[in-house]
Nanobody, 123 residues
Framework: QVQLVESGGGLVQPGGSLRLSCAASTRTFSRSTMGWFRQAPGKDRIFVAAISWNYATNYADSVQGRFIISRDNAKNTVNLQMNNLKPEDTAVYYC?????????????????WGQGTQVTVSS
């Protein structure tokens, strides 16, 4: 049984920053791959970033250079630092987890999902 709880969403202006956090309730967190996905209204859920058990990272092209994913195994937490936010970043952001060593980018390879947190970028 794995539970994921996202937090940190909110309303920010374009160019602003926001830090999302995902708390995981699993004893094997350190051996899991964690990912962030997002879904805008009327659109598919798409990959944002992922981090493997050995801290290898993977980013979508649209967020490369702006977002930073990190994890704290001692706290069973994965974070997403979002900088220089754009209106097109507006979406519900979901934390996801899967057992494995590879930071995969496809949603169907993740086994556990949080409820999501809303991020709105608007002036």
């Amino acid at each position: 049984q794995v539970q994921l709880v996202e937090s940190g969403g909110g309303l920010v202006q374009p160019g602003g920053s926001l830090r999302l956090s995902c708390a995981a309730s699993t004893r094997t967190f350190s051996r899991s791959t964690m990912g962030w996905f997002r879904q805008a209204p009327g659109k598919d859920r798409i990959f944002v970033a992922a981090i493997s058990w050995n801290y290898a990272t993977n980013y979508a092209d649209s967020v490369q250079g702006r977002f930073i994913i990190s994890r704290d195994n001692a706290k069973n937490t994965v974070n997403l630092q979002m900088n220089n936010l754009k209106p097109e970043d507006t979406a519900v952001y979901y934390c996801a987890a899967r057992p494995g060593i590879v930071a995969v980018t496809t949603a169907d390879q993740y086994d556990y999902w949080g409820q999501g947190t809303q991020v709105t970028v608007s002036s």
